[in-house]
Nanobody
Framework: QVHLAESGGGLVQPGGSLRLSCAAS????????MGWYRQSPGKERELVAT???????NYADSVEGRFTISRDNAKNAVYLQMNNLKPEDTAVYYC???????????????WGQGTQVTVSS
């Protein structure tokens, strides 16, 4: 009943930029927060950036100063502007939304399908 659609991944040279987009659709009361995570082969999924509703943004140390997370609440969307990309940023990037569902007094996590980001010369 809740779907997250991601886009914006691709191949970019080191030092280049990409902008990831994610939009939530379905039936829900509110979005408590949205964020981005990534996973590389042989590694666990890790936090990249999150933006809680009414809270402070936070970034992984490895992307601080290079990535910027933003949200458009009217579109139920979250974006990740990635600048000065490095080969170590290569991963599948996943959008996550923490959502308050209708008729339920609880919060649930929803994930996008993932979008591949490859940084290589």
């Amino acid at each position: 009943q809740v779907h997250l659609a991601e886009s914006g991944g691709g191949l970019v040279q080191p030092g280049g930029s990409l902008r990831l987009s994610c939009a939530a659709s379905g039936s829900f009361f509110s979005i408590n927060g949205m964020g981005w995570y990534r996973q590389s082969p042989g590694k666990e999924r890790e936090l990249v950036a999150t933006m809680p509703t009414g809270g402070s943004t936070n970034y992984a140390d490895s992307v601080e100063g290079r990535f910027t997370i933003s949200r458009d609440n009217a579109k139920n969307a979250v974006y990740l502007q990635m600048n000065n990309l490095k080969p170590e940023d290569t991963a599948v990037y996943y959008c996550k939304a923490v959502i308050r569902r209708m008729y339920y007094n609880s919060l649930n996590d929803y994930w996008g399908q993932g979008t591949q980001v490859t940084v290589s010369s």
